[in-house]
């Protein structure tokens, strides 16, 4: 089937940025919608950044509010940090779609509605007492009604297709549409449908007549005044693709058994939003890594820390609640002295929580939640392309130090998605891995005296055979050993091993000027949020800088010296305050928390508002 044009003969009006948000019940297509009009705007050559928000019900009643799934993306001629603060268009797919996301909506927006979707049971399902598109409460926006339902029924009359099938084209409808008025290419996302409905040749066809249908239609109805053109941002030459947070944490695993030369093992059990981490890298076996789905957290994090005793890249992935089962497990690893990467896609908790939405709750449960005196690395990831050098930089300790590794990202890095220039594999860092073979003089605990790492030997080496165990070690032999002193003496010789990964941290960098009147501290998702903020507020003149921490455990040496550089320390978090706990505590400097538990990311507004009150 012949795409139609894509140039419209209506006038256009050029903009620098735009935010859009789709949103429908959770069988509406919203996710793909945004997706594949993400796509079309990466190949528009537009900076960009996205934010699906998913209903935590695997299938909550169609057409009520806890079934409603958004999609958010922001697209700019210039540098994008965010999804977003408030859309600039809002499809609303049906009420209650139109009642959980209006609040959003900036004034003067557009809506676009699918007027099919306002029947009198769809009103009543999301609240509504009267019908918003007749009772003058959407007079504050630019109100488009298209029965989308309607012309999707049409366009496929005399398909074959079920009346359930025909409907659940409908999003295609509305992703023509909003690429005709954003003068997006259409064939990349006809070319998108082909391939994922290459079983379903029905399916597929039907999807690319409707999206043609709502493309046209746009062209043809006389519903909008303008289209509007978003130019290229000037970006970095090089190779560029969308990437979640998600996939790059697998591409960058992927890319450590390449530059060690060791294979990989994924041991996990799945769980939002980590399990996208589990499905990426089972694709990939090819390359030497295996997945192995458990049938728990427990199991799957024993399994990755048998896979290290034996030579191999071990991993193993989960969210909060996992991860507190996973615990006793990353005791015995820190006792073997074994390299492991634990991966937390963190997510609104306690227990099941919020598992769909975002938080940074679980830095505590990272450094301190384990027994004993157990002390792991924590490093954090900051965008979802970040997660590819964060995943390579959690291997390389693990390995360097004989140690697991937490690594943290959350819901907010795992699925959004951002574009992300592949890097040259000639700058990527060669991980040095040696395992002993020689058996002269060999101790299990003998240490190297930098790393104060034990060597790493594989089972079966001739002369090197040795046991290892959970019960406490001769701090030479690797013996069972009770005596009170070498207990003591082996506490301290593990924190020690940790906090010596600090002398390998660069100096630390500041977006800013290094001494001043504020500091903005983040770490983790924040990085957008307060990138964004931090330009705000040095237009307006203030004299702020940022610091993001990539390594939360050990800190870097040089970070004591850099917080008392500044009159105002202020530590954004979507947390009650963890960090800046443990600034206060470590540093003694009068660190200030801003914090926020909703389940979704800062906005740039809100950040530079509350930065301005506190500092």
């Not at 007549?209 to 239609?217: E, F, M, P, T, W």
Request: glycine letters at 10%.
């Amino acid at each position: 089937m012949e795409s139609q044009p894509n140039i419209s003969q209506r006038p256009r009006q050029e903009l620098d940025r735009v935010t859009i948000r789709f949103a429908g019940d959770s069988g509406d297509g919203m996710q793909l919608t945004g997706t594949e009009f993400t796509r079309a705007t990466a190949v528009a050559g537009n900076d960009l950044r996205t934010f699906p928000d998913f209903p935590a019900e695997i299938r909550a009643p169609a057409g009520t509010l806890p079934g409603v799934s958004g999609f958010q993306l922001q697209f700019a001629n210039a540098s994008v940090y965010t999804p977003g603060d408030v859309p600039d268009v809002l499809v609303a797919m049906n009420p209650a779609a139109l009642k959980a996301n209006l609040k959003d909506l900036k004034v003067g927006g557009l809506l676009i509605v699918n007027l099919g979707a306002f029947t009198t049971q769809n009103l009543t399902k999301a609240g509504f007492q009267s019908s918003p598109l007749e009772d003058g409460s959407l007079d504050r926006f630019q109100v488009v009604q298209v029965d989308i339902t309607k012309l999707t029924e049409t366009a496929l009359h005399g398909s074959g297709l079920s009346t359930r099938e025909i409907g659940r084209s409908k999003n295609m409808f509305a992703l023509g549409l909003m690429l005709w008025l954003y003068q997006r290419p259409t064939e990349p996302a006809l070319r998108n449908i082909r391939t994922k409905f290459a079983n379903k040749p029905d399916v597929a066809q039907a999807n690319e007549k409707v999206l043609l249908a709502g493309h046209a239609y746009g062209e043809t109805a006389e519903l909008f005044a303008n289209t509007y053109v978003v130019r290229k941002a000037e970006i970095a030459k090089g190779t560029y693709r969308n990437v979640s947070g998600n996939q790059a944490l697998a591409m960058g695993l992927l890319t450590a058994t390449r530059l060690s030369g060791l294979k990989g093992f994924l041991g996990s059990y799945p769980i939002t939003p980590a399990s996208d981490i589990l499905h990426e890298l089972s694709r990939h076996k090819h390359f030497g890594f295996t997945t192995f789905q458990a049938e728990d957290e427990i199991a799957a994090v024993c399994a990755a820390i048998g896979a290290a005793f034996g030579g191999t890249l071990a991993v193993t992935t989960s969210s909060g609640p996992g991860i507190a089962l996973k615990q006793e497990a990353i005791g015995l690893a820190i006792m073997t002295e074994l390299p492991l990467v634990v991966i937390n896609v963190q997510r609104g908790g306690p227990s099941t929580g919020l598992p769909t939405k975002t938080e940074q709750a679980d830095l505590f449960q990272a450094i301190y939640g384990r027994n004993g005196e157990a002390p792991v690395p924590v490093i954090a990831a900051a965008t979802p392309s970040d997660c590819f050098h964060a995943a390579i930089e959690a291997v390389q300790i693990a390995l360097r130090y004989m140690t697991p590794v937490m690594l943290l990202t959350d819901g907010y890095i795992a699925n959004g998605q951002e574009p992300w220039r592949i890097p040259e594999v000639a700058s990527l860092p060669k991980i040095d891995v040696h395992f002993r073979t020689d058996p002269e003089g060999y101790q299990v605990y003998a240490r190297d005296e930098k790393t104060l790492a034990r060597a790493w030997v594989k089972p079966g080496t001739p002369g090197l055979e040795h046991r290892i165990g959970g019960l406490e070690k001769d701090f030479l032999t690797g013996g069972v050993s009770y005596d009170p002193a070498n207990h003591e003496r082996m506490v301290h010789i593990r924190a020690e091993k940790v906090a010596r990964i600090a002398q390998d941290y660069a100096p630390l960098q500041v977006n800013g000027e290094r001494s001043g009147d504020v500091l903005v501290v983040g770490w983790g998702s924040t990085h957008g949020s307060i990138t964004g903020a931090v330009e705000q507020l040095r237009a307006k003149g203030r004299k702020v800088s940022h610091l993001h921490l990539r390594n939360l455990n050990p800190l870097p040496n040089d970070l004591g010296d850099l917080l008392r550089a500044f009159t105002h320390v202020v530590v954004p978090e979507l947390n009650l305050g963890q960090l800046v706990q443990i600034l206060r505590s470590k540093y003694l400097v009068d660190a200030k928390g801003i914090n926020k538990v909703q389940g979704k990311p800062f906005t740039v507004s809100e950040l530079v508002a509350r930065i301005e009150e506190v500092a």
